[in-house]
């Protein structure tokens, strides 16, 4: 028995047509979209070897390009001993890095499903509003933290702050215990720093970068809403606060948390990472390999470098006003402080700094003060009496007018 493939029945169709003289080379040329030397040569083979001269020559031959079977063995049984949640993309990587062996990504992905070790899944996809990447650097940046198990069960939890340009893909990124407002200001101040002042920060609906706060009658009638203390200091560097209102809208960062939590985590158990310090430290060197390979060109940058007028120690501080007493002393987060001025306003704008220092000023002149010590509460003694003991209520007289009422003298008869 012949087995052959609908295209090879079709030449042989063809070929037949030529042979019997109804169609000529040019035509089945030109029919087939091969040229005329081929169509002869088929005639040649068919003559020779009948219908088995229109078999591919190649069918039921190892290519002369395929992996050693040994070779296989060992790429599988290295991704069963140490590899067992890598996705093939990965673990060619690291077989690169690591094992000196290089294979194509779809041949790892067909020899580790070959060896039920790995599943092709379909992923059905929402449909969202596409938009367009920005055109210059620093354009506007996408912030957001992830909260994942990055050291797995060897260390603490933490949450990567991550910066991503929207132009260039690039990232910028640092652990912190937790994603709050102190971290934001300190990762944006590391930001800031290397790169300069972006035009515009696309942030979701997170506390720390959207006050929850609702507005009082004051930012009601002049149009203002609340803003958390993050968002105050962007647009104090004039930077562009801007609030997403779906995961899908950040793309970019999102995708790249997906990536890190897939490469990243590997990448630290490979190194032994065990601590948050060893992970920052970590991070410079892997964030250099991924914006060399994930990262783009743009037309140009537009990051805004600090000046000597930024004071990003002030900007990046959490800022309370508070109102000084009649003593001149000032009450914030349970300690006292006394202003040591001559003329005492009535209000002080704390700055609580990112290094631990506390700041006190009054419409841009920094104050003296000193802390004291807050005087004990007053404790007002309770003294509990039984009923046994409580003071009889004095009886009314005999000759009492209530007495003379006839309903309670018909009683006390």
């Known amino acids: ?24 080379q ?6 087939l979209r091969v040229s005329e030397r081929q169509v002869r040569r088929w005639v040649r083979r068919v003559e020779k070897e009948g219908e088995g001269g229109m078999i591919h020559r190649s069918r039921g031959r190892c290519s002369n390009r395929a992996y050693a079977e040994s070779l296989k063995r060992r790429v599988v049984a290295l991704y069963r001993k140490r590899y067992g949640d890598f996705g093939p993309t990965l673990f060619g990587e690291k077989l690169e890095e690591r094992e000196g062996i290089v294979l194509g990504r779809e041949t790892i992905r067909r020899w580790l499903m070959e060896a039920g070790l790995w599943e092709r899944a379909r992923k059905r996809r929402g449909h969202h509003r596409w938009r367009e990447r920005k055109r210059f650097c620093g354009e506007m940046v996408q912030i957001d933290g992830s909260h994942h198990a990055w050291l797995e069960d060897r260390g603490p939890e933490m949450v990567l702050m991550s910066y991503i340009d929207d132009a260039t893909s690039r990232v910028m990124a640092r652990f912190y215990e937790y994603e709050g407002t102190v971290p934001a200001m300190e990762s944006f101040r590391c930001y800031a720093k290397r790169f ?8 979701d609906n997170h506390t720390t970068y959207k006050s929850p706060a609702k507005a009082t009658v004051e930012e009601t009638l002049s149009g203002r809403r609340p803003k958390s203390e993050f968002e105050r200091a962007l647009e104090e560097l ?5 609030h997403s209102h779906s995961p899908q809208a950040r793309g970019r960062v999102e995708r790249s948390f997906r ?13 032994g990472i065990t601590t948050m310090e060893a992970a920052n430290a970590f991070l410079p060197t892997y964030l250099a390999r991924h914006n060399r390979r994930f990262a783009r060109e743009a037309e140009g940058d537009v990051h805004r470098p600090l000046s000597r007028e930024i004071d990003l120690d002030r900007v990046l501080s959490i800022q309370t006003t508070r109102r000084v007493r009649n003593d001149g002393t000032v009450m914030h987060r349970q300690g006292l ?20 220092a506390l700041v006190m000023s009054h419409q841009g002149r920094r104050l003296k003060y000193r802390p004291v010590a807050a005087p004990a509460p007053r404790v007002t003694a309770r003294v509990s009496v039984r009923r046994s003991q409580a003071r009889a209520r004095p009886a009314p007289a005999a000759d009492h007018p209530w007495k003379k009422h006839p309903a309670v003298a018909a009683k006390t008869r």
């Not at 052959?4 to 169609?23: A, F, S, T």
């Not at 300069?196 to 942030?203: D, E, H, I, N, R």
């Open 259 to 271: 990536t890190f939590q897939d490469r990243l985590v590997k990448e630290m158990r490979l190194e």
């Open 1 to 24: 028995m012949i087995v052959m493939r609908r295209k090879e029945l079709v030449r042989w169709h063809v070929i037949q047509k030529v042979m019997g003289g109804e169609l000529g």
């Open 196 to 203: 300069g002042l972006p035009v515009s920060a696309y942030l």
């Open 337 to 356: 402080y006394e202003i040591l001025e001559a003329n005492r306003p009535k209000t002080v704008l704390v700055e609580e700094r990112l290094n631990g």
């Open 26 to 31: 040019r035509q089945a040329a030109r029919m």
């Open 238 to 242: 004039g930077v562009e606060v801007i």
